[in-house]
């Protein structure tokens, strides 16, 4: 059988989607139809090698069962621990190995609406409530802290999110805690409160708000990688830190920026910057490097909450195996701290990187299980170091040692 590229007998893989959502995934299938190498199923046929699945509606225990196969899937079980907010808040607070948070991690407390009757942790003893419950409702402890910060003239400004809420949805910005708290009792649902950078760095001209969107991929063998590439989002209105009314000028979601702000797009096409452009402004406007002032911070950040939760989520002892992209979203203070906002599990990506970024995945996640090489069946994986095939080899390898992962893979580097 020839192939594309001309090779004799090269291995053939299987997979299937289930996401017609996902345009990154779309971009990866393309990938790797181009190739030759790979066949696309029906999307219920069992008999994959790689499942490109739809985020919450993942088959797991149906995974790995299947006699001589190796099946990857694109999501890691587990992972919403970091990508839903009220998970990610007690995660962070009951992780004794995330204990320097308070640095990366702005104060945060988890409230749920009065009428879900969820139990209320006390004032002074809170994170043993939360951490011997399922719920816990923190409304007594950010009451508290919201006091003693105001009468110690320190900010007075939270921030009220919806847990599950995306594209600036179900916010609301308050020096009032009982405002906040009313809010997200009519709101019905679970919200986190978090402390306000009230003092963020602001990109000029225009005197501006910013977020940082790191896109980082953890492939079968838990290693981290993060991709060489950042994307800013902007606002396009000033920012203005006595009315908390304009959502454009302290909100930097696209759809918000794109909707209500007469300016979007003047600044940079988009409202995106990308690193290339970032890096000149640091160096000239402030005269610090990116690499030196943000980039470390964001590395140790990303490093730590993925590693935390390694032990519950890794596939390194399944009979399948997982990768995921994730999407970590920062901001920058004005004295060059950095901190991390929230965490998304299926991110979408800038236009212009999808090229790239997809070919990243392909090779970084893929096509280290699945090599390219001629000489191998179809269901075999064998002529890569990281496994072989049938899945019974394939798990003891994986229970072996971790190999040494490459360094820089394309527009990747591991952490």
Known sequence: MILHGGTMNAPVYTFVTR????????????ILLSTGHWKKLKRDNPRFNLMLG???????????????LV?????????????????????????????????????????????????????????????????????EVFLASYHTKKEGGEGTVWIAKSSAGAKGAGILISHDANQLLEYIDNQGQVHVIQKYLEKPLLLQPGHRKFDIRSWVLVDHQYNIYLYREGVLRTSSEPYNSSDLQDMTSHLTNHCIQKEHSQNYGRYEEGNEM???????????????TLETSILPQIKQIIKSCLTCIEPAIST????????????????VDESFKVWLIEINGAPACAQKLYPELCQGIVDVAISSIFTMNSGGDSSSASSSPYSSSPSSTFTTNCSSPKLRAPLHVGPFTRL
């Open 19 to 30: 996401d017609d959502n996902s345009t990154v995934y779309a971009e990866v299938s393309k």
């Open 54 to 68: 739809e985020r919450n509606r993942l088959p797991f225990g149906r995974l790995g069962h299947e006699p001589g």
């Open 71 to 139: 099946q990857l899937v694109n999501y890691y079980r587990g992972a919403d621990k970091l990508c839903r907010k009220a998970s990610l808040v007690k995660l962070i607070k009951t992780s004794p190995e995330l204990s320097d948070s308070s640095n990366w991690f702005p104060e945060s407390y988890i409230i749920y609406p009065t009428n879900l009757k969820t139990p209320v942790a006390p004032a002074t003893n809170g994170i043993s409530h939360l951490k011997n419950n399922p719920k816990t409702d923190e409304r």
């Open 274 to 288: 990308f690193f290339d452009e970032f890096r000149l402004y640091l160096l000239n406007t402030h005269n610090v």
């Open 316 to 331: 390194k002892h399944l009979s399948y195996q997982s990768f995921q992209l994730f999407g970590f979203d920062f901001m």
